[in-house]
């Protein structure tokens, strides 16, 4: 580990990079002065074997800017995922002689507003029984994106299914996306690792992320981990990023104007995070909830003349990679072919 790594004990920020390396640099560059207004803090990135130059082009403006002070690059042998990049990049800091007080997951897809992550440092300074907390997000062209999530439920995937009205009104203390305050900050479930703090004793407690996971999911699992040890996680407007969505995936793309099926590891990540954590009873019930809901769907919007909005194959996928048909052991997501 370098000299300046060993002296990060304040906040690590860790950025895992796979096919995107320029949106990577541009990340670099608003946290430049971040950087500076906060001593003891230092920027990991790891090149999740992107299988391009993304290496070469991080390298070069690393050394172009003259940020060796502050940044270090890593490169992965593999492509494990979103949860195994990350930890690449935490676990040599929580296993050094001075491990940082928080570590900052952030996307490399993301733009840090000036004060950003010290709005976040202040938050948990403050609160000591905020173990997770993360910032309010806006899209590319400024428009405010207000939500965190509740955990995934039975009753949540009853409403996923179904979209009916009056059954969302009747389960809206259920439903996962959740708008936000935006003039005080608010506990809530689970927040996207896109740009989420979180203290050291909870990896201490909980461990690192699930490698498990290939991509989403992970950040769900995790903070529902802390959860159960006691920790809570909390969304801090003050904190502001942008944030372009799914540029690593295209998956979560806004506006993006033709819809890609969902990949394995997507269902394979859901299927894990319901197995994992409540068993092959309640998965089960989760399952026949939303294909149910979701079959329901499907023929009231032809009827109704409704434009479909869905990924391709979407219900068949999801029967298939239902515990009907993959069984009740728990399964790990692995990168695509």
């Known amino acids: 580990m370098s000299e300046a790594t060993q002296s990060a004990n304040r906040l690590l920020i860790v950025i895992v990079n796979y096919k995107s390396a320029p949106l990577t640099v541009n990340c670099l560059r608003t946290l430049e002065s971040e950087i500076k207004a906060l ?48 930890n690449l990049g935490i676990r040599p800091a929580l296993e050094g002689d001075n491990p940082p007080q928080y570590v900052l997951l952030l996307n490399p897809d993301t733009r840090v507003h000036p004060g950003a992550l010290q709005a976040l440092i202040n938050f948990m300074d403050e609160h000591p029984q905020a173990g997770i907390a993360g910032s309010s997000f806006e899209d590319d062209n400024g428009n405010l994106w207000p939500y965190a999530f509740r955990f995934p439920t039975i009753l949540s995937e009853i409403n996923e299914g179904f979209r009916i009205g009056v059954i969302t009104k009747l389960l809206n203390r259920w439903i996962v996306p959740r708008t936000m305050e935006q003039d005080k900050p608010q506990q809530i479930d689970w927040l996207p690792g896109a740009s989420m703090m979180i203290r050291r004793e909870v990896f201490e407690q909980v461990g690192l992320m699930d490698e498990g996971y290939f991509l989403y999911y992970e950040e769900t699992d995790f903070c529902l981990q802390a959860k159960r040890q006691g920790w809570e996680c909390w969304y801090v407007p003050a904190s502001h990023v942008t944030h372009i969505c799914g540029q690593s995936t ?28 409540y068993g092959v009873f309640y998965t089960a019930i989760a399952d026949a909830v939303w294909i149910s809901g979701f079959a329901t769907w499907r023929m009231r919007r032809v009827i109704q003349g409704k434009p479909d909005r869905d990924p391709p194959k979407y219900l068949s996928d999801f029967i298939q990679n239902s515990v009907f ?7 790990t997501s692995q990168a695509p072919s």
């Open 39 to 86: 001593p003891g803090t230092h920027v990991t990135i790891v090149e999740n074997d992107s299988g391009d130059d993304s290496l070469t082009q991080i390298q070069t403006a690393i050394d172009q800017e003259n940020w060796h002070d502050w940044v270090t690059l890593t490169a992965s042998d593999h492509n494990g995922g979103y949860a195994y990049g990350n």
């Open 250 to 277: 295209g998956v979560t793309k806004i506006n993006n104007p033709k819809k890609k099926r969902l990949p394995q590891y997507w269902f394979d990540s859901r299927r894990r995070y319901f197995l994992k954590n």
């Open 325 to 331: 048909f993959r069984g009740g052991s728990v399964p």
